[in-house]
Nanobody
Framework: QVQLVESGGGSVQAGGSLTLSCLAS?????MAWFRQAPGKEREGVAR????????YYADSVKGRFTISRDIGKNTVWLQMNSLKPEDTAMYYC?????????????????????WGQGTQVTVSS
């Protein structure tokens, strides 16, 4: 089993920046970030293919968030800039050892077998 540990959450003012980190216990082929606000469904934020570095972003964060990875450290980061109050949520790291999942999109929750415990991000006005 793969264990994922997120860190870096906190409270910031609107327009500020924050960087989240996710450490995996072993190499995973695909890693992603999801978020869930109170009363809302979990939604995908960004995904990265570990080997190639290819990225995919949700429209809501495109141009503001950047996902990156360090293959040797089994670590993925989410750099969040120009934060908005609507970005407030619990952020979860996700990973999968299968690079291809037929019929599932890059940010489909069912695409991922492994999940972290989450780290809270709060953006105030």
């Amino acid at each position: 089993q793969v264990q994922l540990v997120e860190s870096g959450g906190g409270s910031v003012q609107a327009g500020g920046s924050l960087t989240l980190s996710c450490l995996a216990s072993e190499y995973t082929y695909v890693m992603a970030w999801f978020r869930q606000a109170p009363g809302k469904e979990r939604e995908g934020v960004a995904r990265i293919l570990t080997a190639s570095g290819s990225t995919y972003y949700a429209d809501s964060v495109k141009g503001r968030f950047t996902i990156s990875r360090d293959i040797g450290k089994n670590t993925v980061w989410l750099q969040m800039n120009s934060l908005k109050p609507e970005d407030t949520a619990m952020y979860y790291c996700a990973a999968d050892r299968r690079v291809v999942r037929v019929g599932l999109g890059a940010l489909d929750i069912l695409r991922y077998d492994y999940w972290g415990q989450g780290t809270q991000v709060t953006v105030s006005s």
